[in-house]
């Protein structure tokens, strides 16, 4: 059976979804349905990732389609949750590394989900790699599966090849770097051509098809031995693989070539083709045995070079030209990597499928802002023209100098404003709300303070670590990461410090009518008691001029309630962006969020914006009129000092009664925002919370890592074994490199049969001699000729028979297995007895040596290196 490579998942820890994006959840959207239903959704990806990752997988389709039906839902959620500020921290171990005795296999953590996305599509590559090397190749459909699963890992490590600095922004481990992954991926291609090499041979196709794409998959191979060989990055056991691989298919496109020429009557050429086929299967058979089977190859070229020998020496005496003369060989592809496009699963579905991405979560929270923006504009402009009136009004004495005609009782609007006051909870109200202010302000300001610490704790900590172990503290400054969080701190800082000023400003406000106030608060007869009477002005009823201000008030109050009615409607307006946004989103990539909010904005509020200014500009029409008919009524008023006095007071009433109401919505908005930003800021703590803890976490597991990398630092400088010290054996130079067969996943070989036992050395001759054994090649090692596409040589894997000991090593009796021998400075104490050379056919355990013959103990040549180790 073929041998093909495939490739090991890698290992993943535990992670914890669901208490995260709760968390975000339940911060982001109201209580309810469709809060509960995210919730479930979330639960439900906890368990896709646990089914995905957290077992061991069967090499089966189903077992893939549950990592593609995880990696598809990772695509889906990736743009709909923050997951730089929910710090969920995902760690992958090496699919390469084995770990060492004094610590585990190398491995990375990054709070990244496209790092997640990455190593999960390693292991849709690795997986489809596995469920395509166990497929039977005996029939049709396990060969369109096999090449099926590999043209998708190829795709798959190709994906990872193109994206994976870009979605890391860190230093990748050494298995999902660019170099291995796009070496994975011409593997796969590889043999993905050459199952169709086969299917195509199972066909009974045409031998020049065949030829061709056999070609192509010996140019496959060769492509990948290059890029293995040039980073080695790789398991050694690749390499050996790959080269052989190359040999086999481009033996395979040799012989079905040469079968097209026998129908061309090119005998010649048949023969030299057939004669560089049996160098390149001799090649694989010499070096790459242990890896590969070729014996069936070899026996078919075998035969078919024989009978053109014959057939050619009898019959036809054709030339047989030069391997170098002969037409290239075409190549046909018929593979290609399966491109990545989500879904990967044709069952999937997303489980946040009404969750709109963060993209659009956030273009429709400025858009929000926008509208709250110019809904305060307008309600601002409204508002600030009624105060304007009421100000104009109060210093004009208007109502209250018109119903004070009489000069001796209190006028009806001083008396609504009274009830109106008390009703509204007196100076108490106010007072009460003043009070609270300060603590609501103090409590906002120590949770921003303990977030802030918890920051700065941490980052003390982080930067102390950095100082100690410098370079190998390798993960990001807790300085760059807390950026945003202290910019939005910063904000948060300003905001409570403008509170404050504003704050101020109310108190200062208060404190100026407060006294006047608490007079609007008495009962009517003590209320009455305080202002000043004065002459009666009975003159002024009915005449022209007070029924012209009359009149002018009345269409004041008017425009002051079509001013309410007004301010309701802007608030009353509502619309909803998303489908806007998201197919904007959908067409072009991007939101241009404000584009599409400025042209909502001015379609609905365009009108009230219009209506907004006729109102102030009837406002400002009818004040002027009432100034000029005040005017006229001030003149015809009787004047004295009393009736001054009088007025003064009344105006102030009624003055402390716009102030009044005025100051009483402030406090309340103020407690309301201080409440408010509570619940902001605790939101805040929890996410300083959350990502320092996310910290200490990554914290924890690097500095375990490093402990483990300073115990498998070696103590002492490292220094070369003397050659004469090794008591391991090494196949002749040339000969197979001995192997596993199985390339990732090391399996046990059986034990092999001791070597014969060599002969007793020439000792005087054989150091003097070592250096020109080395340097001359047996004729029966004699490289190959020269051809147009030489195989590639994997590099030996042990040293060759030339360099081992001076002296006879003991191999034992058969069965006798031999145990590794130390360094022991004592062994020169004792004499070793002579073995006596067992030639061919002598019996299996050598008798003893005759006596008369002594074998003295081998002394040290001079050529050989110093006994003790140079350092």
């Known amino acids: 059976m073929a041998t093909f490579i495939s490739v090991p998942l890698k290992k993943t820890s535990e992670v914890d979804l669901l208490k995260p994006l709760s968390k975000f959840i339940t911060s982001a959207y109201p209580a309810g349905e469709e809060q509960a239903e995210y919730l479930r959704a979330v639960d439900e990806l906890n368990k896709l990732r646990k089914s995905a990752l957290g077992r061991p997988l069967d090499k089966h389709e189903s077992s893939l389609e549950i990592l593609l039906r995880y990696y598809d839902q990772l695509c889906a959620v990736e743009p709909k949750f923050p997951f730089p500020e929910l710090c969920l921290t995902f760690t992958w171990k090496d699919a390469f590394d084995k770990g060492s005795l004094f610590g585990g296999s190398v491995k990375l953590a990054l709070a990244s989900v496209g790092y997640e996305k990455t190593c999960v599509l390693f292991n849709i590559g690795a997986l489809a790699s596995q469920i395509a090397s166990e497929q039977n190749l005996d029939n049709d459909e396990g060969l369109k599966a096999s090449a099926k699963f590999y043209q998708m890992a190829s795709g798959a490590f190709a994906h990872i090849k193109d994206t994976v600095l870009s979605s890391l922004n860190h230093e990748p481990t050494m298995d999902i770097s660019p170099e291995t992954v796009g070496t994975l991926s011409q593997i796969m291609l590889s043999q993905a051509q050459e199952v169709f090499v086969l299917k195509a041979t199972a066909d009974k196709m045409k031998d020049a098809i065949i030829a061709k794409l056999a070609n192509q998959a010996a140019d496959f191979y060769g492509d990948a031995f290059k890029q293995c060989q040039l980073k080695e990055n790789l398991p050694k056991e690749v390499l050996p693989v790959l080269a052989a691989k190359h040999c086999m298919m481009q033996a395979n496109a040799e012989l079905h070539q040469s079968a097209v020429a026998n129908q061309k009557k090119r005998f010649g050429e048949e023969i030299a083709r057939l004669q560089h086929a049996t160098e390149l299967v001799k090649t694989v058979a010499s070096r790459y045995d242990e890896y590969v089977n070729i014996k069936d190859l070899s026996d078919k070229i075998s035969r078919a070079l024989t009978a053109a020998k014959k057939d050619n020496d009898f019959i036809y005496h054709d030339r047989v030209p030069e391997v170098k003369d002969l037409e290239h060989i075409g190549k046909a592809a018929l593979v290609k990597s399966t491109a990545i496009q989500v879904p990967l699963s044709q069952k999937f579905t997303d489980l946040f499928e009404k969750m709109v991405p963060m993209q659009v979560q956030q273009s429709l929270s400025i858009a929000s802002s926008r509208k709250a923006d110019l809904v305060n504009r307008l309600v601002g402009k409204l508002r600030e023209a009624t105060n304007l009136c009421n100000g104009v009004l109060a210093s004009l004495n208007l109502p209250a100098a018109l119903e004070d005609l009489s000069g001796d009782s209190v006028p009806q609007s001083i008396l609504e404003k009274s009830r109106a006051v ?326 046990p070989q059986a034990k092999a049969q001791p070597p014969a036992r060599p002969p007793p050395p020439n000792f005087t001759s054989q150091a003097a001699s070592s250096s020109t054994i080395n340097s001359q090649t047996p004729a029966s090692q004699a490289p190959p000729p020269a051809s147009s596409n030489p195989p590639p040589v994997a590099p030996p894997t042990g040293p060759s028979q030339a360099q081992g000991p001076p002296y006879p090593t003991y191999q034992g009796y058969p069965g006798f297995c031999q145990m590794p021998v130390a360094y022991n400075p004592y062994v020169y104490g004792y004499n070793m007895p002579f073995m006596a050379y067992q030639g061919q056919g002598q019996a299996g355990y050598p008798g003893a040596p005759p006596a008369q013959q002594p074998y003295p103990y081998p002394q040290q040549p001079p050529q050989q290196q110093p006994f003790y180790p140079q350092q």
């Not at 701190?489 to 400003?505: E, I, M, P, W, Y």
């Not at 241009?592 to 219009?610: F, I, P, V």
């Not at 924890?700 to 490093?706: A, N, P, R």
Request: hydrophobic content about 35%; charged content about 25%.
């Open 422 to 747: 008390v009703q509204q909870g007196g100076l108490h109200s106010i007072e009460q709300l003043i009070k609270d202010l300060p603590e609501l302000l103090q409590r906002n300001r120590e949770i921003l303070d303990e977030s802030l610490k918890m920051l700065d704790d941490e980052e003390t900590t982080d930067n102390e670590l950095r100082a100690k172990f410098s370079q190998r503290w390798n993960r990001t400054p807790s300085g760059d990461l807390y950026k945003p969080l202290r910019a939005e701190g910063s904000n948060f800082r300003n905001v409570l410090d403008k509170a404050v000023q504003a704050d101020q400003v109310v108190r200062e406000r208060y404190n100026t009518h407060c006294e006047m106030i608490a007079l609007l608060c008495k009962p009517e007869s003590e209320l009455c008691a305080a202002i000043p009477s004065a002459n009666p002005a009975n003159t002024l009823q009915g005449s022209e001029v007070v029924n012209v201000l009359k009149a002018q008030l009345q269409q004041l109050d008017e425009v002051k309630r079509n001013r309410e009615v007004l301010e309701e409607e802007i608030k009353a307006v509502t619309f909803d962006m998303t489908t806007k946004f998201l197919t904007a989103l959908a067409q072009d990539g991007a939101i241009n969020e404000e584009a599409l909010s400025t042209t909502e904005l001015d379609t609905r509020y365009g009108a009230h914006t219009q209506r907004v200014k006729q109102n102030l500009c009837a406002q400002d029409d009818l004040l002027a009129q009432v100034q000029t008919s005040h005017q006229e009524f001030a003149t015809l008023k009787q004047s004295n000092a009393e009736a001054n006095n009088r007025e003064e007071v009344l105006k102030k009433l009624a003055s402390a009664h716009d102030s009044y109401v005025e100051i009483s919505s402030n406090l309340k908005e103020g407690t309301k925002f201080y409440n408010d930003l509570t619940e902001i800021l605790l939101r805040f703590q929890n996410k300083c919370s959350d990502i320092v803890f996310a910290r200490k976490t990554e914290r924890d597991e690097l500095l375990k890592e490093l402990q483990q990398s300073i115990a498998r630092e070696p103590s002492a400088p490292s220094f070369n074994v003397p050659a004469y010290q090794s008591n391991t054996s090494s196949p002749a130079a040339g000969g197979p490199t001995p192997a596993p067969r199985t390339v990732f996943p090391l399996q």
